[in-house]
């Protein structure tokens, strides 16, 4: 059983920034990728950023230049460092291991989410 346990998230002012991580626990023999996902009220879940594990990067064009993501394959951590934040950034944040490998499967796996307010 492989679990995601995000931390991080919280009320900040625009212009504020928050680091968010996120913690894969389990069986893990290796994940290909993690990755940040957000989902605000009314609208789909969408990919914020995600990161191979060679290091390859992927951002939504919104947070481009003001988002950082990060990796620890290691310790199999993700962190999401946010600058500049928005109002428009607010929703709640997923964190997402995909290519999961384990003795007894192949998979990929959500964290529970965690709620990032930026106040105007």
């Known amino acids: 059983q492989v679990q995601l346990v995000e931390s991080g998230g919280g009320l900040v002012q625009a212009g504020g920034s928050l680091r968010l991580s996120c913690a894969a626990s389990?069986?893990?023999?290796?994940?290909?990728?993690m990755g940040w996902y957000r989902q605000a009220p009314g609208k789909q879940r969408a990919l914020v950023a995600d990161?191979?594990?060679?290091?390859?990067?992927n951002y939504a064009d919104s947070v481009k230049g003001r988002f950082t993501i990060s990796r620890d394959n290691a310790k199999n951590t993700v962190h999401l460092q946010m600058n500049s934040l928005k109002p428009e950034d607010t929703a709640v944040y997923y964190c997402n291991a995909g290519g999961v490998a384990t003795p007894v499967l192949f998979s990929s796996y959500w964290g529970q989410g965690t709620q990032v307010t930026v106040s105007p």
């Open positions: 990161i191979t594990t060679g290091g390859t990067t």
């Open positions: 389990g069986s893990i023999i290796s994940i290909r990728t």
